[in-house]
């Protein structure tokens, strides 16, 4: 098939719609989606901090596993912080990102588990 194109007719094929100057720049948008983003607290928002607050902590502890203690404090807390992502994802809607916090609330709850074992220490 050969698709013949004329530089000079508009882009925009779409019949009905108007070529016209766009009130509002994309970038404008986003702006303005992110900064509404940012300032609700919700349920999502909460979850993406909760791991990212965790997650050095492993790190951290994977670096130093310095005693057994240490090691029964952060299952602790990696255990309580699981169990507060379960409790958000029931407020998130279906999708991707839903999966992928339940993965890593699965994942906070194996290391606890894990660390009470005495896997790193």
């Known amino acids: 098939m050969k698709i013949f194109w004329d530089p000079h007719l508009p ?6 719609k108007r070529s016209g100057k ?3 720049s994309f970038e404008a948008h986003l ?3 992110l900064a509404e983003a940012q300032g609700s607290q919700g349920p999502l928002s909460e979850a993406i901090d909760l791991v990212e607050e965790v997650l050095p902590l ?5 670096e130093d596993p310095s005693s057994r203690t ?7 807390i990696l255990e309580q912080r699981a169990r507060e992502l379960e409790a958000l ?3 998130i809607p279906e999708g991707p990102v839903r999966q992928t ?3 890593a609330a699965l ?3 194996v290391e606890a588990e894990k660390l009470r074992r005495g896997f790193y220490v």
């Open 31 to 33: 702006k303005e989606a």
């Open 22 to 24: 766009v009130e509002k």
């Open 101 to 103: 916090l339940s993965e």
């Open 89 to 91: 994802l029931k407020e």
């Open 70 to 76: 240490q090691a029964e404090t952060l299952a602790g």
């Open 11 to 16: 882009l925009d094929f779409t019949p009905g």
């Open 58 to 62: 492993i790190e951290r502890f994977s």
């Open 107 to 109: 994942f906070l709850g």
